[in-house]
């Protein structure tokens, strides 16, 4: 079975531009949830997904946004680019959402390069 | 006070050494918990659950401290392919907020020759 997929794999920007990332569950998972990676940091919780609805938001500010389609892949959008932006996006997938026990699998990364 | 602390490392270790990561989280209401390993410039990948009898996987074994809100993790007869960082990882089950992980910011572990 495919895992969690994720597309690009790597992308550059410029301070200003819009990017659109994308992450495809594991069959069978309906919740997607997203994370930033800085180098040298653990990753940081931007948002989850489950059923399309957003179950639970991160300390992020309001240039970044993300929506659940019906198949459950997910996308997450970044206006306004920084420099600080640069990082390695993560999606995670889990069967569930509303347990405390359940396990949440990781995509390879999207890694967004702001210059 | 972070949410999740986890020893600085980075901890070099000989093959074959035992070596013992510890992790304390602040907030006596989370409920699950996790050790997740990342190799470099890789994404992290579920190492184990932690239980609050402890559980064990081979060489490795994770014990939970409810009480002192501490969590660790030991590895035996480390090999050469263990180096990576290993990241300490709670459930923010609180909050409002469901399914948000909360992680540590990871230790780095190299184990030589």
């Known amino acids: 079975d495919a895992g969690v997929t994720q597309s690009p794999t790597h992308l550059i920007k410029t301070r200003g531009q819009h990017v659109t990332l994308r992450c495809s569950p594991i069959?069978?998972?309906?919740?997607v949830s997203w994370y930033q990676q800085v180098l040298g940091q653990g990753p940081q919780f931007i948002f989850q997904?489950?059923?399309?609805?957003?179950?639970g938001r991160g300390n992020f500010p309001d240039r970044f946004s993300a929506r659940q389609f019906p198949n459950y892949s997910s996308e997450l959008n970044v206006n306004a680019l920084l420099l600080g932006d640069s990082a390695l996006y993560l999606c995670?997938?889990?069967?569930?959402?509303?347990?405390?026990?359940?396990?949440?699998?990781f995509g390879p990364g999207t890694r967004l390069t702001v210059t | 006070r972070k949410e999740v602390e986890q020893d600085p490392g980075p901890f070099n270790v000989p093959e074959g050494a035992t070596v013992a990561f510890n992790c304390t989280y602040s907030?006596?209401?989370?409920?699950?918990f996790f050790w997740y390993r990342q190799d470099c410039r890789k994404e992290p990948k579920l190492l184990m659950s932690?239980?609050?009898s402890g559980n064990e996987d081979g060489r490795f074994t994770a014990q939970l401290n409810r009480a002192s809100q501490y969590i660790s993790l030991l590895i035996r007869d480390s090999k050469l392919s263990d180096s990576a960082t290993y990241l300490c990882?709670?459930?923010?089950?609180?909050?409002?907020?469901?399914?948000?992980?909360?992680f540590g910011k990871g230790t780095k572990l190299s184990v030589k020759p």
């Open positions: 932690v239980y609050s």
């Open positions: 990882v709670v459930n923010k089950n609180y909050g409002g907020s469901q399914g948000n992980l909360i």
């Open positions: 997904y489950y059923e399309k609805e957003e179950r």
């Open positions: 995670a997938s889990s069967p569930t959402w509303g347990q405390a026990s359940y396990e949440q699998y």
């Open positions: 069959s069978g998972h309906k919740s």
């Open positions: 907030n006596s209401a989370s409920q699950s």
